[in-house]
């Protein structure tokens, strides 16, 4: 069997290569600690440290199945497995790990224990500082598991060893300088006791020892190729120029043990995988080396992946994925993979449409697509693509739809038109475009483009486009693909809900006319049945009487609801807040060619609310040009090309959220190939002696800019190229300064492309009021979802104000007329939107005058983007007096900072940023500046949509750092060989901590802690860490600022001296307010005694009686002073050293003991024939319980271990229980009542509840039937003496009272009815209305 071997390049292949981002795992460390040097298996210790972290979770495992857990109280950096003395049982192969935040940690070397008498079997590897060649400095470890040993270096053919060394830790290095042929070979590594030399552990493994560069590199290859599946096979092939070597293949993430060596065949070597696994994938890399270990050149790096799964690649379009007939696109394929081919793929299609190849792949290279056409139009996805056959899934994250559209749409509006560009690249005599509804339709053009009018809806329908060549005149070419012109869609939800709004007020309308047409028509009836004076017509009248009547009922019901239905529509709820309109968006253009932008041109529209779902782009007002959804940065483009005659107008878009439309943008105004669009130009209100700014809106990117004034040939001002806007600055407004001005934007090369000039801007110096006082009731900071209010007030009376966002007025208020005094006014946002940051002003005026401009403030909606961090320079801590910077560190390029204090309304600071960071000076700080920092990042181009607030920083402005404060967890009084870990606690951030020991010249050092407390580990107590400790800032700044100790500490160790007694008096249950005395009694004289409570890191009290014992005296007691108590004590001739524990003594403070808790097994639901037992518990032994019953006044039970057996017999045991107990010491004393447990029948409360519910249903339902059946009866009883009257009549039934009809007849009328002419007999018929 072949040794087990190592090679030099297990440590300087690194840095040879060049090899970066392969940070490789600390192991955690395990040694071996004995109490007796001269036989140290006779009382053995395994120790374990993680290499970076705390942890609260280590684990010690034997011959990887047994294992021992350990889980501390809390966060140290090493423990210890206590193994005793050495036997058969406990020796064996041991490795340990430790927990980190998302699994065990990687396993530490391996410690091999054999029998006893003979040492562990160091470990032996090799570390090189330098690429592997001749001269190279090699350091050869050797690791030997315990401390202070001889360690010898031995080479195979040596008879005396190499080299020997005695560390004082656990591990050896042997260091060769300037490697030389002469160094290879194969290595040993053994350790003896210098007290023992006889005693030898076992060699360690072989090591071989090879010098690399003597040799040309050999070539590494696989095959089918780098890039497989779990499990598929792999073979490597190294190939080398020499025969007869021996090869070696290496992955360079796990050097120990991924080595693998083979003889060669010929001049090359195969190193073979049969089943690939997913931590296979790594660097590999090939050398190959004689018989005497002389070795080559390393191969170059060859990346293995082992996925079944390809990282998603996703598609881009630019510039859009609308694109014009005859234009280029361009679609990028993004991954997270480098040296991987890429393929495009369009839906529907077999095969991939273009290949890029791996090896000039860097994950984002474009597919280019030129001259589109109908044919382009589809979906497209692109994958990553290999030459060789694998089981790989590949993914997209997205698809990517290409639209390839005629000039400006295929979609018509009623009398707009529609420009068709028929595009070929050569040259063309004619090209004609044809109709296929139309045989008598064909149009004929010289450059291609055919405007088309939808003249009373005419224009729809299939045209294609053909041409001619100078050559061949009688030739036509074949037609081009048809593409379809369609009619206007209706969209959007505005349109529809106002067209069936106006459709519902219509019928309300035609509903209410009618039913008052019906209702004169009864009552004309009811006046014709009273003037009817026929006998034999009294049936039908009474009949019809009825009828009528009944209708007149029910159509006043049915006017009263239209009434009541048109009220609803066309009422309004009144709240006294603002309404925020929908921001309003933005419109330029854009080029990519700046020296003449007409050769083609792209508008884009982008909006400041984050609910935008599309734009729509219109032309000359009403034109609708085209649709497009909102992208990710709330932006459109609409892709004009080359500015032709059609081109020309006035463009504006509107922003669409789900139910509201934006206001228009600005106007945008194209005039011709040779002259520019028209600027804006805007300036606030002029006041005398005081700045102005006047803003001249462009529409492109590089513009010039220049200011005129009507009556001046040359212009005023002139800017460069500063972006889409520039501002031009009146130092001080005077007469002078006033008139006309306008603006106009032009090209920066020469011979200029001016733009028209802008509409005039007249500037008067008018009589103003003074500005308003304007803020915000709370920070203008704020987070969506927030509630701002802007409070404008003036010292003036009866004024109204208005309300601007942007200098755009959004708002305006009424005076109150009634109110003496100030004037002001609240504009209220409810609920803060994404949109709704931006600068806001206020003005206020009269009649005539208005006031100056208030002073703006910034609203900042944040939690839109990323955090950003906030760093102090040079330190958190300053002296009065001085400078601190505060940097501010965002993620985004070219935004604006804001500065917060804690307790300031407003941020302090503001600063606008071309890089990603900004650095806030705070000027000769004082006492006053003091306090927690935060910052926070916004753009202000789309309504300053900012980031989350920064982590506070705390700033320090004193002469002196703040007192810190250690602790000990768990406690500063612990038991021999325990760990513990000293905390140094404080206020201040990012700086180090020292810890001194008193008596100790050196210190231990914790620098540049990131949180606000530093640990100190101190693992396996003994006499050596006993002591006081104490500890302070050291900052990692040059600073003169006094540093304060903390507190001392007292370590005591527990465990050497015979326990004490602990008593109370009176007891361990007092009331509030009485006083207590704790009684720690001793065994030996001269001591100390120490009163601790569990959760307290440090002692109570401290006492040094003359005698045994010591009274730790607790006056007036409160509910805080209960717990668990003990108490130890220490020889003054020894301090610290203490005894161990007392027995632990629990103390309430409380009127009554804390009540206990109550719980029914197996359930709360009685069973046929089964019981329950309710089970009570309380916190204090020696108790004795009781049960209650609701509704019972003697208690029901008695119990001492509170168990209570509870039966259903005839339905009692149903009902609510509780319990109480009281103590035996203390009978007259009871406990507080537990919270009640119910017990309930087998039907259960759901059930209860739900039979209470139906028969409330039940009882509506029959009240509801029984009316019903009353309006019935007594309704059908009026029936049959209606339908009888007249031809039944005895004679004495004549009289037929209409009495409703005859309402309406005068008083006193004497009329021809029946009952007129018998006066004796009155019949009267109900009519019901």
């Not at 090799?126 to 598991?145: F, R, S, T």
């Amino acid at each position: 069997m072949m040794p087990r071997t190592f090679n030099l390049l297990l440590g300087c292949i690194w840095l040879s290569l060049g090899v970066a981002s392969m940070a490789v795992e600390p192991q955690p460390e395990l040694w071996i600690e004995s109490n007796h040097p001269h036989a140290p298996w006779s009382n053995l210790t395994l120790l374990c440290r993680s290499p970076s972290r705390v942890s609260s979770k280590f684990l010690l495992m034997k011959d990887n199945t047994q294992m021992t857990w350990t889980r501390s109280s809390y966060k140290t950096f090493q423990v210890s497995f206590f193994i005793g003395a050495l036997s058969e049982s406990t020796t064996g192969v041991y490795r340990c790990c430790y927990w980190k935040e998302k699994g065990w940690s990687k396993p530490s070397k391996v410690l091999e224990l054999q029998s006893p008498g003979q040492l562990p079997k160091p470990i032996f590897w090799i570390e090189a500082k330098a690429p592997p060649l001749p001269g190279c400095n090699v350091n050869i470890l050797c690791d030997g598991w315990i401390q202070d040993l001889v360690f010898v270096l031995l080479k195979e053919g040596n008879t005396e060893p190499v080299d020997y060394q005695v560390p004082t830790g656990t591990m050896a290095i042997f260091s060769i300088d300037n490697l030389a042929p002469e160094n290879e070979g194969v290595y040993l590594c053994r350790t003896h006791f210098q007290m023992l030399p006889t005693l030898w552990s076992e060699p360690s493994n072989p090591l071989k020892l090879v010098v690399a560069g003597l040799y040309p590199k050999p070539t590494l290859t696989a095959h089918p190729g780098p890039i497989l599946a779990p499990g598929e096979s792999l073979s490597f092939r190294c190939q080398g120029p020499i025969y007869g070597m021996t090869f070696v293949l290496m992955r360079l993430e796990g050097l120990k043990k991924s080595s693998y060596y083979k003889k060669a065949v010929k001049n090359e070597a195969y190193f073979d995988f049969k089943s690939l696994k997913t931590q296979d994938t790594g660097h590999y890399l090939c050398l190959y080396y004689d018989a005497s270990y002389r070795g080559s050149l390393l191969s170059d790096i060859l990346k293995v992946w082992v996925t079944e799964t390809f990282p998603k690649t996703w598609l881009l379009v630019q510039p859009s994925p609308v694109i014009q007939m005859g234009q280029n696109v361009s679609l990028r394929c993004q991954g997270l993979m480098d040296g991987v081919g890429l393929a495009l793929y369009k839906k529907e299609e077999e095969g991939p449409l273009q290949i890029l190849d791996g090896t000039s792949n860097d994950g984002n290279k474009s597919f280019l697509l030129t001259n589109v056409t109908d044919k382009d139009a589809g979906i497209y996805s692109c994958l990553y693509f290999l030459n060789w056959k694998t089981s790989i899934k590949m993914e997209t994250y997205n698809t990517v739809e290409l639209m390839v559209v005629a000039w400006p749409s295929s979609v018509f509006n009623i009398g707009k038109t529609i420009t068709f560009q028929c595009r070929v690249f050569h040259p063309v005599l004619e090209f004609s475009l044809e109709w296929e509804e139309k045989a008598t339709f064909p149009k004929f053009s010289i450059n291609g483009d055919f405007i088309i009018t939808n003249i009373e809806g005419q224009g729809t329908g299939t045209y294609s486009c053909i041409f001619r060549i100078e050559a061949h005149t009688d030739i036509c070419s074949d037609h081009s693909k048809p593409p379809k012109l369609a009619g206007p869609r209706v969209t959007g939800f505005l349109t529809w809900n106002s067209f069936m709004n106006e459709v519902f007020r219509m019928s309300l309308f035609v509903q209410l006319i009618s039913l008052l047409l019906l209702v004169l028509w009864i009552r004309w009836r009811c006046r014709r049945l009273r003037l009817s004076n026929s006998s034999h017509l009294i049936s039908g009248l009474v009949r019809e009487a009825w009828l009528l009547g009944t209708a007149q009922g029910v159509a006043m019901l049915f006017i009263i609801m239209a009434l009541l239905c048109c009220g609803l529509c066309t009422g309004a709820l009144a709240e006294e807040i603002v309404i925020m309109p929908t921001p309003k968006p933005e419109l330029w253009a854009e080029t990519n060619f700046p020296l003449a932008p007409w050769t083609n041109l792209t508008l884009w529209c982008r909006s400041p609310s984050g609910s935008t779902k599309e734009f729509v782009l219109l032309k000359d007002g009403t034109g609708w040009i085209a649709t497009r959804p909102a992208s990710e940065q709330v932006r459109a483009a609409f892709p004009l090309g080359a500015l032709t005659h059609s081109h020309t107008g006035s463009y504006h878009c509107h922003s669409w959220e789900e139910m509201a439309v934006s206001e228009p943008s600005e106007a945008l105004e194209l005039v011709g190939t040779d002259i520019l669009p028209k600027p804006v130009i805007s300036a606030s209100l002029p006041v005398r002696g005081q700045e102005l700014q006047i803003r001249c809106k462009g529409w492109l990117e590089g513009l010039g800019f220049a200011l005129f004034k009507k009556g001046e040939q040359e212009p005023v001002q002139q800017l460069g190229a500063i972006g889409r806007e520039a501002f031009f600055t009146i130092q001080r407004m005077e007469d002078k300064d006033q008139g006309n001005y306008s603006c106009r934007t032009h090209t920066q090369m020469q011979p200029f492309k001016w733009s028209e000039p802008s509409e005039p801007l007249e500037l008067v110096i008018k009589e103003t009021y003074p500005k308003p006082f304007f803020k915000t009731w709370a920070s203008p900071v704020v987070a969506p979802g927030a509630r701002v209010t802007f409070n404008c007030s003036t010292s003036h009376e009866h004024m109204s104000f208005i309300l601007y966002k942007d200098d755009t007025e959004i708002a305006s208020s009424d005076p109150a007329w009634g109110k003496p005094g100030s004037s002001a006014a609240h504009f209220l946002i409810i609920s803060v939107g994404i949109g709704d940051g931006g600068n806001y002003s206020c003005r206020y005026y009269d009649f005539s005058i208005w006031s100056e401009p208030s002073d703006p403030v910034e609203l900042i909606v944040t939690e839109f983007y990323p955090k950003p961090t906030l760093l102090a320079q040079p330190g958190p801590v300053v002296l009065p007096g001085k400078n601190v910077t505060l940097r501010c560190q965002g993620i985004f390029q070219a935004m604006r900072f804001a500065l917060l204090q804690e307790g300031t309304h407003a941020p302090i600071q503001f600063q606008s940023a071309s890089g990603t960071s900004v650095d806030f000076l705070l000027h000769t700080v004082g006492a006053e500046d003091s306090g927690n920092y935060s910052c926070i990042y916004y753009e202000t181009t789309m309504s300053n949509r900012g980031s989350y607030p920064s982590t506070p920083l705390m700033i320090w402005v004193t002469d002196t750092f703040p007192r810190p404060w250690l602790s000990a967890e768990p406690s500063s009084v612990v038991t021999m060989g325990q760990n513990v870990t000293l905390w140094c606690q404080g206020p201040v951030h990012g700086v180090g901590y020292i810890l001194h020991k008193e008596g100790k010249a050196t210190s231990m050092q914790l620098w540049g802690s990131t949180s606000n407390e530093g640990a100190f580990p101190i693992t396996n107590i003994s006499g050596a860490s006993i002591g006081r400790y104490s500890c302070c800032y050291h900052p990692d700044w040059i600073s003169s600022i006094k540093i304060q100790p903390s507190n001392t500490l007292e370590l005591m160790v527990t465990g050497l001296l015979p326990k004490p007694s602990l008593l109370v008096q009176p007891g361990p249950m007092v009331a509030p307010g009485e006083n207590v005395t704790l009684q720690c009694q001793g065994e030996l004289p001269d001591s100390t005694f120490v009163l601790l409570k569990e959760g307290n890191q440090q002692p109570l009290q401290q006492q040094r009686p003359s005698g045994y014992r010591a009274d730790f005296w607790m006056p007036v007691v409160r509910d805080q002073d209960s717990g668990v108590y003990s108490c130890v004590y220490y020889l003054d001739s020894a301090p610290l050293v203490a005894s161990n524990h007392s027995n632990s003594l629990e103390i309430w403070v409380s009127d009554k003991p804390p009540k206990p808790s109550l719980s029914a097994w197996p359930s709360t639901v009685f069973k046929l024939g089964k019981d329950i037992t309710l089970q009570c518990r309380g916190p204090l032994p020696g108790v004795e319980f009781v049960l209650e019953h609701d509704g019972e006044e003697a208690p029901q039970q008695f119990s001492e271990d509170g168990d209570f057996v509870i039966n259903n017999l005839e339905g009692k045991g149903i009902g609510n229980y509780s319990c109480s107990y009281r103590l035996q010491d203390y009978p007259n004393i009871w406990s507080e009542p537990s919270d009640a447990v119910e017990l309930v029948g087998a039907a259960g409360p759901v059930a209860q509840e739900c039979t209470v519910g139906n028969i409330v249903r039940s009882t509506l339902i029959v009240v509801v039937v029984v009316a019903l059946g009353i309006v019935l009866a007594v309704e059908w009883k009026k029936w049959p003496r209606l339908r009888t009257r007249g031809s039944e009549t005895d004679g004495r039934d004549q009289t037929v009272v209409l009495e409703e009809c005859n309402q309406e007849g005068e008083a006193g009328t004497t009329t021809n009815s029946p009952s007129s002419a018998s006066p004796g007999i009155s019949v009267e018929v109900t009519v019901p209305i």
